[in-house]
């Protein structure tokens, strides 16, 4: 039996600690991220996002909270990152098919199709 593809957008938040994260900032005047890399493992304090449709695939638009011994968080576009101890992510389907296109003005993939 084929998994049903699903076919609308839907939201994603979650949990946990990861390690080797990649976060990004977006700067709009140079059209570009710019990207840190965060060694190590890593308490992952708050994990939001969406999941939207780009070229007929599932696109994961996600943003993250992070924070190591010292307690001092970083946030930013989530990039990468490797699940460490554990991960506890919840995916709440939406009512309709959402889809990315590039919008040239922003050098984005943006929602279209409200």
Known sequence: MRARRP???GGI?????????????????????LRREVPGDMELISFVGNVTWL?????VHAHAVLSGAD????????????????????????GKPLKREEDGAKGLKLIVGR
Request: net charge negative.
């Open 7 to 9: 076919s609308s957008a």
């Open 71 to 94: 307690f001092a968080p970083i946030a930013g576009h989530l990039f990468q990152a490797e699940i460490a101890a554990t991960g506890e992510f919840f995916f709440v389907e939406g």
């Open 13 to 33: 938040t979650g949990i946990g600690s990861v390690r080797e994260a990649v976060l990004g900032y977006y700067d709009e005047s140079r059209r570009e991220y």
């Open 55 to 59: 070229d007929g695939k599932p696109f």
